[in-house]
């Protein structure tokens, strides 16, 4: 059994999560092919390795170039503005610029125009599934927030540009992994306040908080002053994890590190691993 283990002791956003699969080995053309045929302008996609506390870790930067440049991105680790865009030789970087269907210049999306963009793409069913899965949960959590139905919730953050390649992205990603289980750590967020387009929310944040509600998911709150989980992270890994547990016995095949972009003084990353079921050897193996 091929298991997928998300170690969110460092919180979770969604460009963390993106990284972190796809450094499990997922090849970035081939992934940059499937989030083209979302037939979405107006961004760029910037893949590169990067050195945090002495550990090779992948960093997923969308740069919107379109007419959304400048909109409030949704309010996940923070961007980190010292760090170069300048190409290097390895990275992987990929503009995108169609001339078919144009989704991209909408200021705000509801919860119907994602899913049109999703069902009218090419991507893989499977994909597909898990998109709108995530998009459906973050827009009821959305909803139950503001007081508003379903259909009413508009994503002035989790609507942009940048969102959709995360969440589609990991779900391209997941469904090219092929796994049959998908476990979790426990969850991790920090504390204070954090400055979104709606002013100075609580951490966690309310849609990560209404995620959490009734849900079982066990969550620690640790002495960090900032948000650790985004409600795109917190909806990717309740609608993909099975439980949240301690790494389960397994042998461990391969290990991603998606970077965060907030410097929290500490590790910062999701850690993905891709293991298989721990199958103890037969009697007749040990004594070969």
């Given at each position: 059994?091929?298991?997928?283990?998300?170690?969110?002791?460092?919180?979770?956003?969604?460009?963390?999560?993106?990284?972190?699969?796809?450094?499990l080995?997922?090849?970035?053309d081939?992934?940059?092919?499937?989030?083209?045929?979302?037939?979405?302008?107006?961004?760029?996609?910037?893949?590169?390795?990067?050195?945090?506390?002495?550990?090779?870790?992948?960093?997923?930067?969308?740069?919107?170039t379109?007419?959304e440049?400048?909109?409030c991105?949704e309010?996940?680790?923070g961007?980190?503005?010292?760090?170069?865009?300048?190409?290097?030789?390895?990275?992987?970087?990929?503009?995108?610029?169609?001339?078919?269907?144009?989704?991209?210049?909408?200021k705000?999306?509801?919860?119907?125009?994602?899913?049109?963009?999703?069902?009218?793409?090419?991507?893989?069913?499977?994909?597909?599934?898990?998109?709108?899965?995530?998009?459906?949960?973050?827009?009821?959590?959305?909803?139950?927030?503001?007081?508003k139905?379903?259909?009413?919730?508009?994503?002035?953050?989790?609507g942009?540009i940048?969102?959709?390649?995360?969440?589609?992205?990991?779900?391209?990603?997941?469904?090219?992994?092929?796994?049959?289980?998908?476990?979790?750590?426990?969850?991790?967020?920090?504390?204070?306040?954090?400055?979104?387009?709606?002013?100075?929310?609580?951490?966690?944040v309310?849609?990560?908080?209404?995620?959490?509600?009734?849900?079982?998911?066990?969550?620690?709150?640790?002495?960090?002053?900032?948000?650790?989980?985004?409600?795109?992270?917190?909806?990717?890994?309740?609608?993909?994890?099975?439980?949240?547990?301690?790494?389960?016995?397994?042998?461990?095949?391969k290990?991603g590190?998606?970077?965060?972009?907030?410097e929290?003084?500490?590790?910062?990353?999701?850690?993905?691993?891709?293991?298989?079921?721990?199958?103890?050897?037969?009697?007749?193996?040990?004594?070969?």
């Amino acid at each position: 059994m091929k298991i997928l283990y998300l170690d969110c002791t460092s919180g979770i956003s969604g460009d963390m999560t993106l990284g972190a699969l796809l450094d499990l080995g997922v090849n970035k053309d081939f992934f940059l092919e499937e989030l083209s045929k979302l037939g979405v302008d107006g961004y760029e996609v910037k893949i590169q390795k990067k050195d945090r506390h002495s550990i090779q870790m992948l960093d997923v930067d969308v740069i919107l170039t379109g007419e959304e440049h400048g909109q409030c991105h949704e309010h996940k680790h923070g961007h980190d503005h010292g760090h170069s865009h300048e190409d290097h030789d390895g990275n992987h970087h990929h503009s995108h610029h169609h001339h078919g269907r144009d989704h991209g210049h909408a200021k705000e999306r509801n919860l119907s125009m994602i899913q049109e963009i999703i069902d009218s793409s090419t991507i893989s069913a499977g994909a597909k599934e898990i998109s709108k899965r995530i998009f459906e949960e973050i827009a009821k959590a959305e909803a139950k927030v503001h007081g508003k139905t379903i259909d009413q919730v508009h994503f002035h953050e989790v609507g942009a540009i940048d969102s959709i390649v995360d969440i589609v992205g990991v779900a391209i990603c997941v469904a090219a992994l092929d796994v049959d289980v998908i476990y979790a750590s426990l969850l991790h967020d920090g504390n204070g306040f954090i400055q979104c387009r709606h002013g100075l929310l609580p951490v966690p944040v309310p849609a990560v908080m209404a995620m959490l509600e009734g849900s079982g998911i066990p969550m620690v709150q640790e002495d960090v002053n900032t948000e650790m989980i985004t409600p795109t992270g917190m909806g990717i890994v309740k609608c993909l994890a099975k439980d949240y547990i301690k790494m389960p016995e397994m042998s461990i095949d391969k290990i991603g590190y998606g970077l965060g972009k907030r410097e929290t003084g500490r590790f910062g990353a999701v850690r993905a691993i891709l293991g298989t079921a721990h199958q103890p050897k037969s009697l007749d193996a040990l004594v070969e």
